[in-house]
């Protein structure tokens, strides 16, 4: 089918039609994506029961309009507690927890909620606009790719959040060689299991998530009276509307950040497996790249916010791309969404774009309905959040504790996962304290198995031989910005000491 | 102090606590190593890979660390962990009632549990008063109720609060 408004703005029409399926699952989206443990993936499978019983598309519509809402959702922890409540709002800590604890809570939210809903709804209309050439780009991207992609993923991140470059790689090291915990994938054999059955299936991701961030971060809280900084708290405690319209303002002045970060998150959440938490990263690191102010990102600077953000929303409709294009889902919330299509008989592919345009359209159409819904939905609702920055810790670290603790129970329902968070908990509180960056660890942790499996199959195809590494392009052109990526800060770095040098002799 | 004049304790960098991850990091992959000396190639690429290189950063930090000492700009001093020494009772006691909570929640069941860990949490820290303590307790308890076991359904502990709820409505 092609590019036909009339047939589109009547989709958009009729998505509004469904408002009274879009609000409570946005509500509900931005409650479970606020809560470390609870995510797209795990709520739609709860809801399962629902979504199989309603119609097919308004099953779709429930279904994408949550799962953007946890994506926004997930930004609100990680400014106001350094707990990204998603791994894909990891990179939102950077910025947007120094922001409150300069008592900017309020502007930094109003960044999180614009950029998320604009960088979502932006890619939304792309992706219905050029969904069948995007398609093509998880057909280019193969085993040898990903590889480098994750190992890039991994380095930026090094490099990006950790003060120091080679802690920062060993946090990411570290966490890669945890994520290979479990079953290899050919001979499913165990491997440093340490005889725990529950570990056969390999590390699961969200107690790591919630004791890597918020164990270990309510561990860190109890030296602080509260999570604002003494000198911030009096700007804090009167923060009022003014402070949302200057969070809309820097949003504004950040326009054009938000729409090209939200396609770095398109194009990389096309790429299955990569998802959010890399994107938010890689964006992170461009905006850097590109800003005239470097030096600011890290200590509470709205463009640190603006871009992981965009890019995190902007991953949410790129995973759908293949799901509907090539009937492959681009991640784990997709595949939820796949079992629901196929209960209905949908046949995912390219031949539902010419025998049900109507739902394979809907989809991306109904996203940008539900990030219309989004931003009148919960801007206003930053002001009261903010507040959550001036509780004492000695009632923030309990409560914190307490959900959290809760939540490492929601995804496999094992007591031995709560047991596994609070040893994760211990190892992120050792990580913080000595300056190795725990969000490093933690996307180790996560692409750790994809990273084996890729991995394997490329030296399967090449007979065990590493050379495979170095044998693609686009592979090569990955590695190269890899180096480059290592060898950048450090010139710069010298090039500013030996600057300084000149200027204190001259 | 003139510019001459060696660091004294106080002025140097405690590089001690910085080498207790990478001391987990090098056990951690002993011990993966173990694991796989006697699988296939395909079980045990991503731990020699992975392994060799974390090994090798670590040895990296380790000669940072040590020449750092040598020079006298640092000690192997373990302060970051173990400063402020006011709160590390606090710590314990966090880990300690959270891990009391694992151990009990099969019989409390999610909200009461949550009550007591609250509650309890609070009490240690010093929140306050005894009815803001309860307050606080309740609305946790009560919340994550409604979100784990009304709304969501999901497979946490019953223990006397849900069964009793589940008895009255």
Not at chain 1, 261 to 288: C, K, N
Not at chain 1, 484 to 498: C, F, H, N, T
Request: with cysteine.
């Amino acid at each position: 089918m092609g590019w036909d408004p009339g047939f589109l703005l009547e989709l958009v029409g009729t998505s509004f039609g469904y408002w009274w399926i879009i609000v409570p699952a946005v509500v509900l989206g931005v409650i479970v994506g606020a809560v470390p443990g609870f995510n797209a993936q795990n709520t739609l499978i709860i809801l399962l029961p629902l979504t199989l019983t309603m119609a097919v598309d308004k099953a779709l519509i429930f279904m994408t309009s949550l799962y953007c809402a946890t994506h926004l959702g997930g930004g609100i922890p990680a400014i106001l507690v350094n707990i990204p409540g998603t791994g894909g709002a990891a990179a939102t800590t950077l910025d947007g927890y120094q922001m409150a604890r300069k008592g900017q809570a309020q502007q930094a939210l109003v960044l999180c909620f614009t950029s998320s809903v604009f960088g979502g709804l932006i890619t939304s209309i792309a992706t219905v606009a050029l969904l069948p050439w995007l398609a093509q780009i998880g057909y280019v991207v193969r085993s040898v790719e990903m590889v480098v992609v994750m190992l890039f993923g991994l380095t930026l991140i090094a490099v990006v959040a950790a003060q120091d470059t080679l802690k920062g790689l060993i946090a990411g090291m570290f966490g890669l060689l945890i994520g290979a915990i479990g079953t290899d994938h050919i001979y499913s054999a165990p491997r440093a299991t340490f005889g725990f059955l529950e570990l056969l299936d390999g590390v699961p991701l969200v107690p790591a998530l919630i004791g890597l961030f918020a164990i270990s971060e309510a561990l860190v809280l109890l030296d602080e009276e509260m999570v604002v900084r003494r000198e911030a708290q009096g700007r804090a405690s009167r923060a009022n509307w003014a402070d949302t319209i200057e969070g809309l303002k820097w949003s504004l002045k950040g326009w054009w950040q938000i729409v090209w970060t939200g396609f770095v998150g398109l194009i990389i959440g096309i790429v299955p497996g990569a998802g959010a938490s890399i994107a938010s990263f890689v964006a992170y690191q461009q905006s850097r790249m590109f800003s005239k102010t470097p030096e600011l990102y890290g200590t509470g600077h709205p463009a640190g916010v603006l871009a992981p953000e965009s890019a995190n929303n902007g991953v949410t409709s790129g995973t759908l791309v293949p799901l509907m294009a090539i009937g492959v889902p681009g991640g784990s919330t997709a595949a939820v969404m796949m079992i629901v299509l196929q209960y209905h008989g949908v046949v995912l592919g390219p031949r539902l774009f010419v025998e049900n345009p109507v739902l394979a359209y809907g989809v991306f159409v109904s996203m940008v309905v539900a990030y219309v819904f989004m931003i009148f939905t919960i801007l206003p609702l930053a002001r009261y959040m903010a507040r959550v920055t001036l509780v004492a810790t000695s009632t923030l670290v309990p409560i914190i504790a307490a959900c959290t603790i809760v939540g490492a129970f929601a995804d496999r329902e094992y007591l031995f996962d709560m047991w596994l968070a609070l040893a994760f908990g211990v190892l992120g509180y050792l990580a913080r304290k000595t300056n190795f960056h725990v969000t490093a660890m933690l996307i180790g942790i996560i692409i750790g198995p994809l990273f084996e499996q890729y991995l394997v199959r490329a030296l399967r195809l090449s007979q065990g031989d590493l050379g495979v590494l170095f044998s693609s392009t686009l592979g090569n052109v990955l590695w190269g910005f890899l180096v480059l990526s290592l060898l950048l800060p450090y010139l710069r770095r010298r090039r500013g000491a030996k600057a300084v040098a000149e200027e204190s002799t001259g | 102090m003139s510019e001459s004049a060696p660091p004294g304790p106080a002025d140097k960098a405690a590089l001690g606590a910085d080498l207790v991850l990478p001391a987990l990091g090098v056990a951690f992959a002993g011990y993966f190593f173990l694991s796989v000396q006697d699988l296939a190639w395909e079980a045990k690429a991503t731990a020699v890979i992975v392994g060799a290189a974390l090994l090798a950063l670590i040895a990296l930090l380790v000669a940072r660390v040590l020449l750092r000492v040598a020079a006298g700009g640092a000690s192997l001093s373990l302060a970051p962990l173990i400063e402020p020494r006011r709160t590390q009772p606090q710590r314990l006691a966090v880990l300690g009632l959270t891990g009391l909570f694992i151990v009990a929640i099969p019989w409390l069941g999610v909200t009461l549990g949550l009550f007591l860990l609250t509650g309890a949490l609070m009490a240690v820290l010093g929140a306050g008063s005894w009815r803001r303590i309860l307050a606080t307790s309740g609305i946790v308890a009560a919340t994550a109720y409604l979100l784990f076991i009304a709304l969501l359904d999901s497979r946490l502990p019953r223990g006397p609060i849900e069964k009793l709820l589940a008895a009255t409505f």
